[in-house]
């Protein structure tokens, strides 16, 4: 059974720090791209951070670009996403998803909330 569990969300202040993390299981996890996606009210699911398989090669979201940092452990089948200098924008249900050879799985989402 495929399953992908969020963690690590939850309220800040603008400016403050998070960690997201997304344990993998169920499929062979180093052998998938994994993403970060976000989607606030009212708005589309947006990609955030993007981590291919071996290589490891990051791609961002301009609006994250500098103060957010995507990384895998695949001895761990996890992924996580280090959100630095949060801003009230950035609020949203963040979702992670596991891509390969049009096999797409998306975990439940955690909910970040930036506000003072």
């Known amino acids: 059974q495929v399953q992908l569990v969020e963690s690590g969300g939850g309220l800040v202040q603008p400016g403050g720090s998070l960690r997201l993390s997304c344990a993998a299981s169920?499929?062979?996890?180093?052998?998938?791209?994994m993403s970060w996606y976000r989607q606030a009210p009212g708005k589309e699911r947006d990609m955030v951070a993007t981590?291919?398989?071996?290589?490891?090669?990051?791609n961002y979201a301009d609006s994250v670009k500098g103060r957010f940092t995507i990384s895998r452990d695949n001895a761990k089948n996890t992924v996580y996403l280090q959100m630095n200098s949060l801003k009230p924008e950035d609020t949203a249900v963040y979702y992670c998803?596991?891509?390969?050879?049009?096999?797409?799985?998306w975990g439940q989402g955690t909910q970040v909330t930036v506000s003072s």
């Open positions: 998803q596991a891509a390969s050879r049009g096999v797409v799985y």
């Open positions: 169920g499929f062979t996890f180093s052998t998938y791209v």
């Open positions: 981590i291919t398989s071996a290589l490891k090669i990051t």
